[in-house]
Structures are given as C-alpha cells and as structure tokens.
C-alpha cells in the first residue's frame, strides 16, 4: 500500500485567500461574520512570517436584490445560493490561474459550491480529487433533503452521477459537475441522513464516521483515504474542512454542533497529512458563526480555525 511520508523539505506556498460572508446556505446568519472572524486571528500575518507568498483577495459580497426563492424541491434560497456560489467560483479560479493554492473562509457549507467549481475549472488539468471533513455528508438534494438548507447539498452539485438530479437555475447550465464521487472521501461523519447515507452506500463512496475511527485509528483512516485519492500532479486536492467535524468542546461557535466529535489535534493531523502529500491547492474553512455562544467561545472557535488553516499550508519547517 502506498503511504504519503513526512515531507521534511520546507516549501514556500503561493497562497491567496478569499473570503466567503455568505449566511444564506442555513439561518444562522451570523456565519456572514466567519471570514472577518478569522482574519483577525491574524493567520495572514503568520503565513507570511513563515516565509509563504500571500494575497488575500478581499471578501466575495453577494449582491443585493437576488430573490429569495425556494428552489423547485424546496431548497431554500436556490437563487441567492448559486448566484453567489457562480460569482464565488470565478474569483476562485482567477486565484488557481495566479497559480496560487486558494484558501475560501467562510461562510456557511454551501460556498463549496462555488470554491470547488473555481478550484476545478481554474487549474489546468480539470481532475480534482476532494477530502470532505465534516460531521455531515452534505450530499443531499432538494428532494431528500429534510430541512431545505442548502448548507447541507453542496455536493450533490459538485459530483457527476448526481448531475441529474439537481435543480439549476431556469436556463443555467451552472453549476457542472466538478469530480466522480470515486475522486471523493470523507472523515469525521457522525450525523448523515438517511437517504444520505444511502446515496453513500448506494455510490460506494468512501467514508470514514467516528465510530470507524474509534476501531482502526485516525492515521489508518487518512491514511485510507490519502491511497484511495491517489493526489498525483495532475491530480489536485481540495480539502472542504467544516469546522463542526471538531467537537463541540473545541469549536463550539458554529451553526449545527454535533457531541462526540475530533480533538483539534485530530483535525490538525488531518490536513497535515493532506498538506504533505504537495498536491493540496484547495482549502475551505467554513461554518465558523462567531454570533453563537459566548465571546469566549467565539474565540477558541477562530483560534481552532487559524491553527487548521496553519497546518494545512505551514506544516512542518526545516
Ligand atoms: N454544512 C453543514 N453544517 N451541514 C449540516 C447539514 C445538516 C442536515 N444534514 C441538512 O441537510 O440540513
Ligand atoms: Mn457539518
Ligand atoms: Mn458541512
């Protein structure tokens, strides 16, 4: 089995760094406050004293007046959601085409719709492979979906085999399928749906929930994943990191905590490893609401942000 080693060769990264504010995936609209949230942490700063080349390109607003329409399967704000995530997707792939590995804060878990697209079709070769760290699968469409959040649908527009069974805009072609769901793995998972657990079963995609973790071990899990992705030149990595796949205890700023959850360590481990496989050019840190629970809450969440963000361009130096 081939395994990703240390990487001990410091590498300076040409990084740049976009904001999402976008609240309208859920209703707890105070995730629009994210990206300031965690740019305050100072992460920039560090970054550059670490030796990397950033540009932070500001923040991607929404435009105002975009209807709230419910989708055709009753996805709350269908409109807003891909009218954003299309603008989003653009200012992603001007990032990828500086040749630059691109860092979207968010923001809630719908902008993976437009960061994913932007990382896909702004890097050359068009083959993205993509590690989903989450609580949640994310997977549903309108149709399955209980609550309408679109949140909680992003990839159903990212994968090919669930092409047809999104709802587009009238008259939109976006967004296209960015990767097969064998380009896809997910760790962390411990409140899926059921018809999303069966799209899970049903694809075959590889998933690791906690309770797997707890029987082979976290390095096993990633390390599993890592073999399966096979990150490779032409083959770039994105990682959409959701910061409710830490547990509450760690990071408990954020819109749908779930209990029995990583250790920021864990988390760290994670993209650590994913960073060092050299092939990461992708990164999403989302659904960080600095507007849930107490300020000092709001603090160990960005703090446990900065350190994610850190790790997966940072790494190991010397
Ligand atoms: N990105 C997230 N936090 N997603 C939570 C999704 C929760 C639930 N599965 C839903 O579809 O609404
Ligand atoms: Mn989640
Ligand atoms: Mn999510």
Known sequence: MLRYGRSKIFQQFRIGVLGAPFNQGQTKLGVK?????????????KLEELGHDVVDAGDVQPDDGVDGETGPSGEKNHRRVLTYNQKLSEAVRKIREDHRMCITLGGDHSIAIGSVSGHCIGTPHKQLIVLWVDAHADINTGRTSPTGNMHGMPISFLVQ????KINRLPGSEWPQPSFEVKHLAYIGLRDVDTLEQKYLDDMGILHFGMRDLDKIGLSEAVARCLDHLQPTESRSLHVSFDIDVLDPFEAPSTGTPVRGGLSLREGLSIVEEARNTGRLRGFDLVEVNPTLGTVKDAALTAEAAKAIILSATAGVRG
């Open 33 to 45: 406050d994210g990206p300031q949230t965690i740019r305050n942490t100072g992460f920039i700063k």
């Open 161 to 164: 085999e669930l092409k047809h």
